[in-house]
């Protein structure tokens, strides 16, 4: 399929999680990816970012990165009470899409941030570490651009905690969600993936056992909307 087809026809990546195909599949998605977003979470993702900005605890005068930010939604939430916050993401479709926010906007990669080593008071990473193609590779460029007594938070979705619920979110995922998607989305297509990818995703526990291997200390986390997100936190030591 050329890459005219695939405009046409609705794109999506796999889950190798190829850079150029992932940032391809959300540059697609970015005209309606935030009013998508809310209807596909019925509305429960505007608490999802208060509840990251809390466990963040960034105080005014910091600076902090949120990576993989999109259209800067998460990064405006961040900004509060005096905190800079900067939106980074490798899909240039979403920095133009959200470029009428009041936050700094870079594009960059996860694995490779165009950050100086310990030059941010914490990293923040909504819905997006499940899309880089090397997980582990993150985590560490996230410590290195830490300052030591910061901060990472992953949001991310995860696995509900209790089994009947557990097992109707699953079909929810793959039957609903691509229905839903193609009603609103501007290529219904990328939440096939979506929807795959979040069910690959390692549960609660083995994703803190990654961020501990990845340098963070004091790693813990909290099940939001019964375990459908997850915040993981870590500190980087002094």
Known sequence: MSAGDRTHAG?????????????AMFDRVAGRYDVTNTVLSGGLDAGWRRATR??????????????????????????????????????????????HR????????????????????????????????DTDAALREFHRVTRPGGTLVVCEFSTPTWTPFR?????????ALPGIARAVSS????????????????????????????????????????GVVALHRGSKRG
């Open 54 to 99: 809390e466990a963040l605890g960034a105080r005014a005068g910091q600076t902090v990165l949120d990576v993989a930010a999109g259209t800067g939604v998460s990064t405006v939430e961040l900004a509060s009470g005096g905190v800079t916050a900067i939106a980074c993401d490798f899909s240039q479709g979403m920095l133009r899409a959200g470029a």
């Open 187 to 226: 290529n219904p297509e990328a939440y096939v993936y979506l929807a795959e990818s979040i069910r690959a995703w390692p549960p609660q526990q083995p994703m803190a056992a990654k961020l501990q291997a990845a340098g963070w200390a004091d790693v813990a986390w909290r099940n939001l909307t019964g």
């Open 102 to 133: 009041p936050v700094p906007m870079v594009a960059g990669d996860a694995m490779a941030l165009p950050l100086a080593d310990a030059s941010v008071d914490g990293v923040v990473i909504s819905f997006g570490l499940r899309n880089v193609a």
């Open 167 to 175: 097992t109707v979110y699953l079909e929810y995922l793959m039957k």
């Open 11 to 23: 794109y999506r990546a796999t889950l190798e999680k190829r850079p150029a195909e992932v940032a």
